[in-house]
């Protein structure tokens, strides 16, 4: 190497300052892919369900790749590598300490870094084995366990380039903050911060924060589709005589978040990304924009019902386990929930009115074929 290699730790002053709240260190990656070795090991049972370790860091890696652009970090699970300063490769492993250097007593975790002409070329991520693990979402569990998959999101994090906002006078919502706590997913903040140095999913470039321009579809007001879905329960429990079933997603919630959804959607995001960008937005961590702007078409088209009936029950799991909400009662079953307020939308998102809308929708339930839509 002709250029000194820098080393860098977590905590490191940084070089270079950020306009807007989060904080960047400096050094960034070369566009391309960033393989991360994931040596965690075996892990005992965990409360998500990941079967492993591996799957745990596997899925802080992929949420950040829905949100960066001109990289993407690739999880390499069950590396049979091993950690090593300067090795070539970026580790992610379990250990009593940072090569020598001890892990404080609230540490959970530290990423070092190594870098050459303000660019990465190196990152690894230590855990700290002297502290409980699992894997959860929602609120930190009492007794000093903690969710590795956040902790992992946050030293991720430092490996593709941020630091601590809350280190450089920044009060914001973030995951990238210095200390952990209940958020458990990423922010607005934490995207702003990696979109202005990799750019958003599809623009390829740097510099740019991506999401909408004056082509966004834009859907009708949530009252409206609130009154269709009120519309719909009356519909189910009166006319089609359904008995009232559970539901842990409220009235609301689904009306919200299915707009929500089907608008990140229809906006070029994909099913995986539309579904982060919703937990985001549930979990307070602000309105990601959305992925891109569509193509003009004629008739807007929405996605398989399938993927939408996919999220509907993503969404159960986010209200039941996260949210910690008890269960309400509502004639509506989650399928016929999602189908409905799809097609209320895909009416009025294709020149129908409420009123129009609505009767298109009361012909399909009483099995009197698919109406057209209005334009
Ligand atoms: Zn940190």
Redesign the pocket.
Known sequence: MRRAILLSF?LLAAAVGASQSYWINGPTWPSGVVPMQIELGASPALTDGCADWSCVASGAINRWNLFVGRIQLQAVENSAQTKGELNGRNDMFFAADMYGKAFGQDTLAL?TWWYRNDKLVEADIGFNQGKKWDSYRGTTRPGAVYDLRRVAL??LG?VLGLG?PNDHGQSVVAM?N?TIGNLDSLTVDDIAGIQELYGSPGSGTGGSTGGSSGAAINFPPRNETYEFRNWLESKYASTLGRPAGLSYSDVEGSVVWVQEYLRYRLNTCSHEQAVERVRIQIAGGGVPGVCGTPASASVVEFPPRDQTYGFRLQLEDFYRVDLARAAVKTSVDAEGDVVWIQEYLRYRLNGCTHAQSLDKVTQQIEGRGVPPVCK
């Open positions: 977590a990423t946050h030293e430092h601590h990238m210095g």
